[in-house]
């Protein structure tokens, strides 16, 4: 039988089209691998007037996905009382089986069944500034909300001398922070014997009129009021506004949650007294590097506070406080 020798020369070409190739195979792999992609559902994804605080978020998300090199999708209903319309928009981003969802709840009750299915579909599950009622742990990253209202509604005690008739503004029935906002708030007003917190209480439903329409409400059926608790942004705003109307910075104190270019304006006038600042920013950031590190296994879920600050006209213009008030403008 005849032998063929194959020469020396193409056994060594051939040998090294195999480890080029190999090599290439390897860049192209590393070099095509998709980038994580976490969707940011909030509760609002729509900019509005005078409700500055998922944009803030956004804010947040955006530097810490440009500095983890993630894709972030930024989406939500558009305004805070469309729960399922959220609920649609949890179930589109689970076909779509990305790293994480960031999840704001507009509801703590209602969309524990479309949260079950995140983390049934191994999907990793963060909630930011509002809970939702799901059996697996997971990371919150948000405001102590019933701390935070404690302190200022022993605050408002002393600025009414601990006796007068109050009355609470909330924004959207049902969400986790709304709930907890409120039940601090009152808590703390019964441990004060002449101080009367109205019973009922009244709801923005996420709109700056309806929020100044329930207040002038509140004002013509309880003409005594001494107090009003604004639970957020819009209520804070629409609160004001009627406030500046009747005539009643002097008569009537206004304290509340959140911050906007008109708050700080209506404090610099004292229409408005005192609120609580939360952190929105630090939620979107921290969302974003939870998400990719719970993903990563490279920690276990927890709760994360990011804090929040009591502001009034006596600290208004303290650099950290001007950085954190007009954080929009800042970043």
Same mark, same amino acid.
């Given at each position: ?6 020469? @020396?020369? !193409? ?6 089209? @195999? ?70 928009? #949890? ?36 909630? !930011? ?115 500046? =109307?009747?005539? @009643?910075?002097? =008569? ?8 906007? =270019? =008109? ?8 229409? #408005? ?20 590190? #719970? ?8 709760? #994360? ?18 950085? @954190? ?7």
């Amino acid at each position: 039988m005849k032998k063929y020798i194959v020469p @020396l020369s !193409i056994c060594i070409s051939l040998a090294m089209l @195999l480890i080029i190739g190999f090599d290439l195979a390897k860049s192209f792999k590393y070099n095509t691998k998709e980038k994580p992609v976490v969707y940011m559902i909030v509760k609002s994804s729509k900019p509005s007037e005078g409700f500055e605080f998922w944009e803030i978020v956004k804010m947040g998300a955006d530097v810490a996905a440009t500095e983890l090199d993630v894709d972030v999708i930024f989406t939500g209903p558009e305004d805070e009382t469309q729960v399922e319309e959220q609920i649609r928009l #949890i179930r589109d981003a689970i076909k779509q089986k990305p790293t994480a969802i960031v999840l704001a709840a507009t509801d703590y009750k209602k969309l524990r069944e479309v949260g079950q299915e995140v983390i049934s579909n191994k999907i990793t599950l963060i909630t !930011i500034d509002s809970q939702v009622d799901v059996d697996t742990d997971h990371s919150f990253i948000g405001t102590d909300n019933i701390g935070a209202s404690k302190t200022i509604a022993k605050e408002l005690a002393g600025m009414i001398d601990n006796k007068g008739r109050v009355a609470v503004m909330s924004y959207v029935y049902g969400t986790s922070t709304s709930i907890e906002r409120e039940a601090g708030f009152r808590e703390v007003l019964k441990e004060y014997p002449d101080i009367d917190v109205i019973e009922e209480t009244w709801y923005s439903n996420g709109s700056i009129d309806i929020a100044y329409e329930k207040t002038k409400e509140i004002l013509k059926k309880y003409p005594d009021t001494k107090a009003i608790f604004g639970a957020n942004e819009i209520c804070i705003v629409g609160i004001g506004r009627a406030i500046e =109307e009747f005539g @009643l910075k002097d =008569e009537v104190v206004v304290v509340g949650f959140d911050s906007n =270019e =008109e708050i700080v304006s209506r404090i610099e006038s004292g229409i #408005i007294d005192k609120i609580v600042v939360q952190k929105p920013f630090n939620m979107g950031y921290q969302g974003i590097k939870e998400a990719i590190k #719970i993903a990563n296994r490279e920690k276990k879920p927890e709760i #994360i506070d990011t804090g929040a600050v009591l502001i009034d006209k006596s600290n208004l213009y303290t650099p950290e406080n001007q950085k @954190l008030l007009f954080s929009f403008e800042n970043k």
